[in-house]
């Protein structure tokens, strides 16, 4: 039994909807554990197309259980929605393979109101959030005010609670100009809607330590990535959760020896949605080739992705910080026909030298980074499935990269089928 973390080691859209996909073929259990539906997972299977916010990627695969643990917040309306959407294509969810937490602490309406309207009162040095109110939904779980999927078993609590955070969220509405929380409303949509959730929820950490105890095979599906982590990332223009790999241990009621391996993945070059310091970006041809070629355009809000060259120091302190144990390389195919590949391996900050990322948000702004160029390969590598089929141009490139990085690559993809993908190590072994 071997339970594996598969978590984004830049700033998400690293390609991990597809990794997990494939990686869920050896896996029993798939389980989210953090975030919410601000993550977009596109799962292509033959000609199929599958775009996921909230269930983990798993839940297209049949005979797999799929969990959202209580890390995560969730939108129940968006989670019905995404059943049902899935369901007519043709996939069976069910009580026995979708288990939510009944510790998640759900995103409510006002939540989502709470995001716009600050993004929207701050125009120019707004977060560039998903407005999905994913960061409202995990101050009130912090606050102890949140309304908690297992509550919706218990009516009276359900008013309780929902009275609690109109208590908190109403003068902040008001200062906004916006009307008051209709408790009434909220609680008879919250009613509505419990009558088809009430069946996925239940304490999933026992069925978790039954999994364990029966030697299944457990996957960890982290969403976003590791700088957007709330700790650790590009703070404050990050998401309001821990994207490393440890936590998927709080977010799911799994003790931490459980969780055997750690798999980063990590695109061939970079990209960010939203605002924030970004060392490698570009905005030259460069960032338009990569942008076209890369599809680098966000799968939840539909904006268009900042595009750079891969960053080693960040990737680097990442797999530190993370214990990512290696790394899986993601659209290396986007990097085709370049005649030269830059590659960041230390920063620049004023006249210093850094080879790691600092802390303070206006150092990240101002450090320069520092390349060393590789030269780009011949012909293509999209749909190259083993290590030998690849141009030495693209081996060495890879080579470049596990030696910046101080890990090895276990996996390589070169098109977004989920079977363009060469092995070179299984997590799972
Ligand atoms: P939030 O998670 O909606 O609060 O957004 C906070 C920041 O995280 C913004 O910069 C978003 O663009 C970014 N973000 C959130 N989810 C994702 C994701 O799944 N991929 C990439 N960026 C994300």
Not at 200 to 226: H, M
Not at 377 to 398: M, T
Request: proline fraction near 4%; hydrophobic fraction near 35%.
């Amino acid at each position: 039994m071997v339970n594996v973390v598969l978590v984004g080691s830049q700033w998400g859209d690293e390609g991990k909807g597809k990794l997990v996909d494939w990686l869920s073929s050896q896996a029993d259990v798939i389980v989210r554990f953090q975030g919410g539906h601000n993550a977009g997972h596109t799962i292509v299977i033959d000609k199929d197309t599958y775009k996921l916010s909230l269930l983990p990627s798993g839940i297209v695969r049949p005979e797999k259980v799929c969990i959202i643990g209580n890390g995560v917040v969730v939108d129940l309306w968006k989670l019905e929605e995404e059943i049902e959407s899935l369901k007519l294509k043709g996939i069976k969810i069910n009580s026995e393979n979708l288990k939510v937490a009944d510790n998640a602490s759900l995103i409510l309406p006002f939540h989502k109101d709470l995001d716009s309207i600050r993004e929207d009162s701050n125009k120019k040095n707004n977060i560039g959030t998903t407005r999905r109110g994913i960061g409202p939904a995990y101050e009130d779980k912090v606050g102890r005010r949140s309304l908690r999927a297992g509550d919706l078993r218990d009516p009276e609590m359900i008013k309780k609670r929902i009275n609690l955070m109109a208590l908190h969220h109403n003068p902040l509405r008001a200062h906004f100009g916006q009307s008051l929380i209709d408790e009434e409303k909220v609680y008879n949509d919250l009613l509505k809607i419990s009558l088809k959730i009430l069946p996925y929820i239940c304490p999933v950490w026992r069925y978790l330590s039954d999994s364990i105890k029966n030697k299944k095979n457990i996957l960890f599906e982290g969403a976003q990535g590791a700088l957007l982590d709330i700790d650790y990332g590009t703070y404050p223009y990050v998401t309001s959760s821990n994207t490393l790999a440890g936590y998927a241990s709080v977010g799911s009621g799994v003790g931490v020896h459980n969780l055997n391996y750690v798999l980063g993945i990590t695109k061939a070059y970079t990209t960010r949605v939203g605002s924030g310091p970004f060392p490698t970006e570009l905005f030259d041809k460069n960032f338009e080739r990569l942008a076209q070629k890369g599809h680098e355009i966000g799968t939840v809000t539909g904006r268009p992705r900042r595009c750079g060259w891969f960053d080693s120091v960040l990737v680097r302190q990442i797999t530190e910080i993370s214990g990512i144990n290696g790394l899986a390389l993601t659209k290396l195919d986007v990097l085709d026909g370049f005649d030269e590949i830059k590659v960041c391996t230390k920063y620049k900050l004023e006249d210093r030298f850094l080879d790691y990322f600092p802390n303070s948000i206006d150092e990240q702004s101002k450090v320069e980074p520092v390349y060393e160029s590789i030269k780009g390969w011949k012909g293509s590598v999209r749909g190259v499935r083993s290590w030998k089929d690849l141009p030495k141009g693209a081996q060495d490139y890879v080579k470049f990269l596990e030696h910046l990085v101080g890990i090895n690559a276990d996996l390589v993809t070169t098109s977004p089928e989920r079977e363009d993908t060469i092995l070179i190590r299984s997590p799972f072994s």
